[in-house]
């Protein structure tokens, strides 16, 4: 199985630009894709197949990366993106998720 | 708008069985592969199952491999999950969503916890 590593949480101030990385225990192309989950929702898809903003999601997220090494950028950080974000890889089944990052404001 | 909307959870006693169904809407669910996915309280997210939109290929986690059943009905536009030798561990959010091969809709999950 691809296992993916996320740091646990970030701490940022509003405003501010963050950057969440996520690596892969092996490549996965551009077969990764983010979502955000707030407290009580399901996950919402925000960037499809490395860099791709999912319609309606707002251009303060973009995402980069390739093969193993995988960022998610929110800038600038705004309250309403305190939240835990998910990376998937659809690379190979079984599908996995990172760990998740949990958003906070310092 | 696309919908799916997650039913038949609960509380059941360990060793039973409990039957999900997922309804979908705003969408041609017959030509959609769809998955199951689920997270235990304040934890990650788990893959489950993928069933491809012609029912002709499906997937398990290893998991919950022979003991949990991914089907759906396009003439109902609905997916299950049935679920047999509930354990503790499958306590969990009970999440369906669509595929492109990419899980771009999810339902707002039903909850299933298992306990003596």
Redesign the interface.
């Given at each position: 199985d691809t296992v993916l590593t996320q740091s646990p949480a970030l701490a940022v101030s509003l405003g501010q630009r963050v950057t969440i990385s996520c690596r892969a225990s092996k490549s996965v192309s551009t077969y990764m894709?983010w979502?955000q989950q707030k407290s009580g929702?399901?996950?919402?898809?925000l960037i499809?197949?490395a860099s791709n903003l999912?319609s309606g999601v707002p251009s303060r997220f973009s995402g980069s990366g390739s093969g193993t090494d995988f960022t998610l950028t929110i800038d600038p950080v705004e309250a309403d993106d305190i939240a835990n974000y998910?990376c998937?890889q659809?690379n190979e089944?079984?599908?996995?998720?990172?760990?998740?990052t949990k958003l906070e404001i310092k | 708008e696309v919908q799916l909307v997650e039913s038949g959870g609960g509380l059941v006693k360990p060793g039973s069985s409990l039957k999900l169904s997922c309804v979908a809407s705003g969408f041609t669910f017959s030509s959609y592969g769809m998955h199951w996915i689920r997270q235990a309280p304040k934890k990650g997210l788990e893959w489950i199952a993928l069933i491809y939109y012609d029912s002709s290929n499906k997937y398990y986690a290893d998991s919950v491999k022979g003991r949990f059943t991914i089907s759906r009905d396009n003439s109902k536009n609905t997916l299950y999950l049935e679920m047999n030798s509930l354990r503790s561990e499958d306590t969990a959010m009970y999440y369906c969503a669509k595929s492109t091969g990419i899980t771009d809709y999810w339902g707002q999950g039903v909850m299933v916890t298992v306990s003596s």
């Open positions: 894709h979502y929702q399901q996950p919402k898809l499809y197949s999912e998910y998937q659809s089944l079984p599908l996995t998720f990172g760990s998740g | -």
